[in-house]
């Protein structure tokens, strides 16, 4: 891999109630983040490739981490969303080099479809940042029950040379769905819509 990871994080989050009703089956969101040295820091890089080649490998691993971390086959995942926050000697493009040109496709490869994009969000920031992972069905974007965020917190990542870079994959919408729209089971998967 080439790559330079610092760390992996990888967390579950499972909401088992909601306003004192249960949640059944339960809601689980997995997020996997890998801290990585950012090979264009303090400087500025016309070409992104390598870039984009470290985007592409790490869908992949990051994808998997969150369905192992889910406990399920890959094919069983409802959705997803990818994310990327950049140390104080990078620059968002660098974070875009990551997360578009290339790394949906291994993310749909260990999912086993994925006809929807892939929600996405960047930022720059220091030790700690927040990161917030935008989420969606990850075969029909229109399906509001999957609108819906998780976050990942590395308390000493990005460093200034550094990019925290996370995917999420979640086995369920939100709890409790009540805002009408498209449901999961109306999805009929021609366009990645609905």
């Known amino acids: 891999m080439s790559a330079k990871i610092r760390k992996l ?4 989050d499972e909401t088992l109630t909601e306003m004192g009703r249960t949640v059944s089956p339960p809601v689980r969101r997995a997020v ?6 950012n090979p264009f ?8 490739s390598e870039l984009i080649a470290i985007g592409e ?7 998997a981490r969150c369905v192992a971390a889910l406990g399920i086959p890959g094919d069983q995942a409802e959705g997803y ?5 950049v140390g104080e000697d990078g620059e968002l493009e660098h974070a875009a080099a990551l997360l578009h040109p290339k790394m949906g496709t291994p993310v749909r490869k260990v999912l086993g479809k994925g006809a929807a994009l892939i929600p996405s969000s960047k930022k720059r920031g220091g030790p700690g940042t927040v990161l917030d992972v ?6 029909a974007a229109y399906v509001r029950s999957h609108f819906d965020g998780v976050e990942i917190r590395i308390a000493d990542a990005p460093r200034a040379r550094e990019i925290v870079v996370a995917v999420a994959v979640t086995d369920g919408g ?3 769905p009540r805002v009408g729209g498209l449901t999961k089971h109306e999805i009929k998967g021609e366009d990645g819509l609905r």
């Open 134 to 139: 935008p989420l969606g069905h990850k075969d």
């Open 81 to 85: 969303g990818k994310a990327a926050c």
């Open 57 to 63: 490998e790490l869908g992949g691993l990051l994808a």
């Open 32 to 37: 996997a983040a890998a801290v990585i040295e």
């Open 174 to 176: 939100r709890p409790l």
């Open 9 to 12: 994080v990888v967390q579950l």
């Open 41 to 48: 820091a303090g400087v500025y890089q016309e070409d992104l």
